[in-house]
């Protein structure tokens, strides 16, 4: 009894002691209760894994594929270039046009962004960007049938072998070589020639109904003379361009037959109805109307020798025969009669091209 209670007390007065002055902390417990510390840096081992990253080794392996399959491409080129030289040169000629026609299209996405954001019209351009999205446009139209025959499977072997027997039927000039341009634009120009007999016909027929004497008489000279074989002056065409505005000669104001002929000079389907051929061709003639004032603004002396003949070729000059002095000279006349126009008088633009170009030599001096 007397042990039990000395031990309960003992325990009591142990637990006051412990209450009242708590013991120092050990130092196994000191060192379980210190916050944890961050490890120490690994610096040596930093270069190690970057050297070994993922990245690394995928943009090394990618660099050495390229080099790989640049090294085959070109000893393939030699190899054709030295067995095969013609298909080479339509090989290397397709690249080549992949490549422009690519860089074009980029080109063009640029300026229509620019059009967007600066809210500008066609008409508002420099004269470089219009016939960029003028020859853009027709070049667009004519491979993009090209495009869809070769989207059924296996359909694409079809339309390269139909691009190798009729390049200038469905490929556009990024993929001529220097020979077939040559050549190509002086078939295209053979077949538009066609139709100037019909056009200068088409107005001594007309002339006959002018009310004027004078501009009858002035009119009839005029159509006369291009049809002995003479270049006329531009001021001829000046004094007779009241005509084309509207009765007898405006586009609206021509039968249908005329607008067939006129369409073949600007390289249009004539197999449309008649309302559709009259708007395109007012359209084209818009767009041309436009292009010279730019081109006006911008200078002839500021073009290129491939541009003035793009130029005239596109106005019914063959240029292709023409060295870009003579081009130039001719180019001059045109927009002498062009940028006096009004707008309403476009029709005397398209009759032009067959007036201004028909006995055009490089002794004409307008």
């Keep these: ?14 637990r006051l002691g412990l209450i ?72 290397s000629t397709f690249l080549k046009g992949i490549c422009v ?32 999205l003028r020859q853009f446009r027709r070049d667009l139209i004519k491979v993009l049938p090209v495009g869809i025959l070769s989207l059924p499977p296996f359909a694409n072997y079809l339309v390269f072998l139909l691009m190798y027997l009729f390049p200038r039927q469905l490929l556009i000039r990024h993929f001529w070589t220097p020979e077939q341009q040559a050549e190509f634009l002086d078939t295209y120009h053979s077949l538009r020639r066609e139709a100037y007999a019909d056009v200068i016909e088409g107005l001594i027929l007309l002339s006959h ?66 309302f559709v051929l009259r708007y395109r061709l007012q359209s084209h003639l818009s767009e041309l109307y436009h292009l010279d004032r730019a081109m006006l603004k911008l200078g002839v002396r500021e073009l290129t020798d491939e541009e003035v003949q793009v130029a005239c070729y596109t106005r019914g000059l063959n ?24 707008d309403s008088e476009v029709s005397l633009l398209a009759h032009g091209m067959v007036l201004l170009s028909s006995n055009y030599t490089s002794s004409s001096k307008g």
């Design 319 to 342: 240029s292709v025969h023409f060295s870009p002095s003579d081009c130039r000279l001719w180019l001059t006349q045109w927009l002498a009669l062009s940028c006096s126009l009004q």
């Design 101 to 132: 026609f690519y860089s074009e299209a980029k080109e063009i996405r640029r300026i229509k962004a620019n059009m967007s954001r600066k809210n500008i019209q066609f008409y508002q351009l420099p004269y470089r960007e219009m016939e960029r």
């Design 209 to 274: 109904i002018i009310a004027d004497p004078q501009l009858q008489k002035q009119m009839l000279d005029l159509c006369k003379k291009v049809q002995k074989g003479f270049h006329p002056d531009v001021m001829q065409l000046k004094a007779v361009r009241g005509l084309f505005q509207g009765h007898p000669f405006g586009i609206h104001r021509l039968e249908a037959q005329q607008v067939k002929t006129l369409s073949h000079v600007l390289f249009l389907t004539p197999r449309l109805p008649p």
């Design 20 to 91: 009242g002055a708590p013991p120092a902390p050990s130092a196994s417990l000191s060192r379980a209760l210190r916050p944890p510390q961050p490890p120490p840096p690994w610096p040596a081992l930093r270069p190690l894994v970057y050297q070994f990253s993922t990245k690394a080794n995928s943009k090394t392996l990618l660099s050495v594929l390229v080099s790989k399959v640049k090294c085959a491409n070109e000893k393939y080129e030699r190899f054709l270039e030295r067995t095969f030289p013609g298909f080479y040169q339509i090989y």
């Design 1 to 14: 009894m007397a042990l039990r209670l000395c031990w309960r007390c003992g325990s009591f007065g142990l």
